[in-house]
């Protein structure tokens, strides 16, 4: 792994990869994420994965220059290890991309199947806020044509109320392309009209939101 990440900063920062592959407007590096097809706490190596992250960055004066992001389920913060690596990664300029997508037990279940009890989480979110800033990922959309209820938004905001005093803010975010689940002929974009009035409820909370259809 670290040959890898050696590897592409020098690409990036010393070869022609930008020239490459990004618009010349883009060609800053902004970041490096935790992130992938699974979930990155679930890693035994995580803890180890950001203490070299931190020693390369370092080595590459890059250490408080970019964002080091972690984007998580959340579903193990709550684990001393990780709590501790949470602790480290304020340290480098970190910060938690930490998903909620529904307010419900029964539509978290249906959206990401999973048997989730949403007050669990939301105490798994906040400590993970307490360690780290960290920030809520979302993504709303139509399932079988049919954008969320009433209910089922005001269920997802209160969600959102209820950490309001810990979070940075919300990401708010559409079907970016095409899911792999069984149900992704049920799955399409809502309206930005329908994600931005959502998004203004959450404003209305004080908090900073995003959006990205």
């Not at 984007?71 to 340290?91: C, E, F, M, V, Y």
Request: with cysteine; hydrophobic share 40%; charged share 20%.
């Amino acid at each position: 792994l670290e040959a890898e990440l050696r590897a592409t900063l020098n690409e990036i920062l010393h070869g022609d990869f930008m020239q490459q592959y990004v618009s010349e407007e883009h060609r800053t590096l902004k970041d490096i994420a935790f992130s992938g097809n699974g979930e990155p706490t679930s890693a035994k190596q995580f803890p180890q994965v950001v203490h070299l992250l931190e020693k390369v960055l370092e080595e590459y004066k890059l250490l408080h220059q970019i964002k080091v992001r972690l984007i998580t389920n959340g579903s193990l913060i709550h684990k001393p290890a990780i709590l501790k690596s949470l602790l480290q990664l304020k340290q480098i300029n970190g910060e938690v991309w930490f998903k909620l997508d529904r307010g419900t037990k029964e539509e978290i279940g249906q959206i990401n199947d999973v048997n989730l009890d949403p007050t669990t989480h939301l105490k798994h979110l906040k400590l993970c806020a307490s360690h780290c800033p960290t920030w809520v990922q979302s993504c709303i959309f139509a399932f079988k044509n049919q954008a969320p209820t009433e209910a089922q938004s005001q269920a997802y905001l209160d969600c959102i109320s209820s950490v309001k005093d810990s979070i940075q803010g919300v990401y708010l975010y559409g079907v970016a392309r095409p899911s792999f689940q069984p149900e992704a002929q049920d799955i399409s974009q809502l309206p930005i009209t329908w994600l931005e009035n959502l998004a203004e409820r959450i404003r209305a909370m004080g908090l900073t939101v995003y959006v990205s259809p």
